[in-house]
């Protein structure tokens, strides 16, 4: 049975959200499909063009993300404050870059508008604001333009998307961290990339990238190296980006890097068991961390963090048992 999207997203249990679409029939519409030998490689671009796009519109930035050939990947910090900061002027501008403005907020921008015509206004911009940071909107304004753009170019009408997109809410650092380093693998995992920093289309490899460039890495969501997709930045033990995310770059480039390593079927046995300090940190056994790794899924529902967090979040939704709680169990254990 699928669930409402209120019931999926909400910004009082975390802002943190993992996002799955995918093709319809997994169909290959973003790489080689050997069946209609055809190459659509040149699509997973267009995700990057467009997310970059997006992020000079929405108060929502981007963790981690993966571009595969049948679907994608992307883990959200939604910023409902930074929306609620904008004037009406900065929130007209912004939903202009993406849909037509109406007269009636034409005329009250050109101070036209009668009584009736502005209590109207503004309401409609207020709807805009609450659109401006919410997940629905944004994936709609992503995958829309994607499935316009892909059947334009195939010459063909009907659905691109299997269906709607699948979210899963990150309850905690633990979850959070999970989630993106599962994002970051998955060429890896799928074997159409042999290291992260060689994974194209991924936000690891942009993260590279920057870092390569001496540009301070990561970038911040408001200073994103030329032609690079704005990311969230880490935490920074000088100067700490405000939203960032709860642990440091190096760290995370270390936990990749060992991940990535163990999961590898051509490394069996060279496997260094040290456990990184994040995993130490964060209570995280080795073991467990390795089967949420695998190809077939992190084993979790709508929603991934620790036991605790899983039962508190449950119960913020009237809900009396959530998927995860066995994963939960082994792979976060108590301090």
Not at 46 to 65: K, N, T
Not at 172 to 196: C, F, I, K, S, W
Not at 269 to 298: C, F, H, K, V
Request: glycine share 6%; charged share 25%; net charge positive.
């Amino acid at each position: 049975m699928g669930y409402a999207r209120k019931s999926l997203v909400c910004l009082n249990d975390t802002p943190y959200y993992h996002v799955i679409a995918r093709c319809v029939r997994r169909a290959w519409l973003w790489g080689f499909d050997e069946y209609a030998g055809k190459d659509y490689s040149h699509r997973k671009a267009w995700v990057i063009e467009r997310l970059q796009a997006l992020s000079g519109v929405f108060a929502i930035d981007i963790c981690a993300y993966a571009v595969m050939s049948n679907h994608y990947h992307l883990v959200l910090h939604v910023d409902p404050a930074r929306a609620a900061a904008w004037t009406p002027e900065q929130i007209i501008e912004r939903w202009a870059l993406l849909f037509g403005v109406p007269t009636l907020v034409q005329r009250w921008q050109a101070g036209e508008a009668g009584d009736a015509e502005q209590e109207a206004a503004r309401a409609q911009i207020e709807r805009w604001r609450a659109r401006l940071s919410d997940v629905s909107w944004y994936m709609r304004c992503l995958n829309e333009h994607l499935a316009r753009r892909a059947n334009a170019e195939d010459q063909c009408t009907g659905r691109f998307w299997e269906g709607r997109f699948k979210s899963q809410a990150l309850l905690d650092e633990a979850g959070l961290l999970t989630a993106m380093a599962y994002v970051d693998l998955n060429p890896v995992r799928a074997g159409m990339a042999a290291t992260p920093e060689a994974s194209e289309f991924t936000s690891i490899y942009a993260r590279i990238q920057q870092w390569r460039r001496a540009v301070p890495a990561p970038a911040t969501a408001s200073d994103p190296a030329p032609g690079m997709t704005p990311l969230l930045g880490f935490r920074d033990t000088a100067a700490a980006p405000d939203p960032s995310l709860p642990f440091r770059f190096i760290d995370y480039v270390q936990l990749l890097d060992w991940t990535g390593r163990v999961v590898r079927v051509d490394k069996t046995g060279t496997i260094d068991e040290r456990a990184p300090p994040m995993l130490m940190r964060l209570s995280i056994d080795p073991a467990a961390w390795q089967a949420m790794m695998r190809p077939t899924g992190n084993g979790f529902g709508r929603a991934l963090g620790t036991l605790e967090r899983l039962r508190l979040h449950a119960k913020a939704l009237g809900q009396c048992w959530i998927k995860g709680h066995r994963q939960a169990e082994r792979l976060y254990r108590s301090a």
